[in-house]
């Protein structure tokens, strides 16, 4: 794991940004694992800014989004098909038929297949991901097995409560999603992982120095090749 700890968010996200644009046009049909949650959002701004500025085109890109609540409606803001194209589709000029999210609204088994059929067709060159401050990794939450693929998942009583603070009120979080699984995480060729914030401490602790176990799936991450974990020196304040 190569881990890379910041001042300050704005020179994390730069440098993460920067990591990105060289990677896209170094390889313009790249295939992007992303995320969601409020992690990625600095990110995709910069994205945005550096295709207005001509920095970088999303023409040729393909991108997988992790996951996805089940029973959102799509125009839901808050479902992830809304979240991705507000923070960052609608920006760019990337083909839309080369986005691929879960569907929350297919009957689940129907949902899991389709999107496991196309991701297998494809190899992710760079996997994002943030970490959630129970150590989940997409909606993988702790207990889940590092063979799972794609599936369809009861959301943890903690994230559901992280999560709340984008709804109205805890009640209208879902309590279900379909999430990649932890084999087809891993499967990616490289991952970046940022994590920012005190509530994330413990969980980045675990991932780096704790027992590679079930119990805190983003341990597993010890076992990649290739990982860069983002940190802001909150984030960061356990490690050894
Ligand atoms: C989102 C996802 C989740 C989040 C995690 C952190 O697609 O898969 O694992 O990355 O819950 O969420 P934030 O970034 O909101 O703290």
Redesign the pocket.
């Known amino acids: 794991m190569k881990i890379n700890v910041f001042e300050s968010k704005e020179e994390l996200y730069k440098s993460v940004s920067e990591f990105y644009i060289k990677a896209i046009n170094d390889k313009p049909n790249i295939i992007l694992g992303l995320?969601?949650?409020?992690?990625?959002i600095p990110l995709y701004k910069n994205l945005i800014k550096a295709y207005q500025d001509k920095l970088v085109s999303f023409k040729d890109v393909v991108t997988f989004?992790?996951?996805e609540y089940i029973g959102l409606p799509k125009t839901h803001k808050e479902s992830?098909y809304s979240f991705m194209r507000a923070q960052l589709f609608n920006h760019i000029d990337i083909n839309l038929d080369n986005t691929h999210i879960p569907s929350g609204t297919l009957e689940p088994s129907e949902a899991i297949k389709l999107f496991q059929k196309e991701f297998d067709s494809f190899q992710v060159d760079i996997q994002l991901?943030?970490?959630?401050?129970n150590g989940?990794?997409?909606?993988n939450e702790p207990g889940t097995s590092f063979e799972s693929t794609t599936h369809q998942t009861n959301l943890a009583k903690s994230?559901i409560q992280?999560?709340s603070r984008m709804f109205d009120s805890v009640d209208e979080v879902p309590t279900k999603s379909i999430?990649m699984g932890i084999k087809d995480i891993m499967r990616a060729s490289s991952i970046v992982m940022i994590a920012t914030g005190n509530q994330?401490a413990e969980a980045v602790y675990k991932m780096v120095h704790g027992p590679v176990d079930e119990s805190l799936p983003a341990s597993i991450l010890q076992k990649h090749k290739d990982v860069t974990i983002y940190l802001d020196k909150d984030a960061a304040s356990l490690l050894k």
Request: hydrophobic share 25%.
């Open positions: 995320a969601t949650g409020t992690t990625p989004n992790l996951d992830y991901l943030g970490l959630g401050s989940h990794i997409g909606f994230t992280d999560n999430t994330k």
